[in-house]
């Protein structure tokens, strides 16, 4: 009977130890999923922070693109009004640097 006992013994500490190794993995098995999703929360995140940010980039270039059409415009204006000045005036008599 001892080694009935013996055997027995030994099948209860090797389902021991595969039943604490089920444990172990379990373990592991949960803290990598409270990491993930630890991780993707922190994604999330980061997704509606960038999000708030494009749309605060987008605005901005458009108050850039609409400053730089006023610009323009006056530019423009500014060239056509000295041009029409230029135009009109006539040179004056005995002086060398108009033909």
Not at 16 to 44: C, K, P
Not at 52 to 74: C, F, H, K, P
């Amino acid at each position: 009977m001892d080694v009935s006992l013996e055997e027995a013994i030994g099948k209860l500490d090797n389902a021991l130890g595969m039943l604490e190794a089920a444990v172990n993995r379990r373990i592991a098995v949960d803290h990598a999923r409270a990491d993930l999703e630890t991780e993707l929360q922190i994604m999330q995140d980061d997704r509606a922070r960038l999000a708030v940010e494009l749309d605060s980039a987008s605005n901005r270039l458009g108050n850039v693109e609409a400053a730089t059409q006023d610009v323009s415009r006056r530019v423009t204006r500014a060239i056509a009004t000295i041009e029409e000045v230029l135009a009109h005036q006539e040179p004056e008599a005995g002086d060398p640097g108009h033909r």
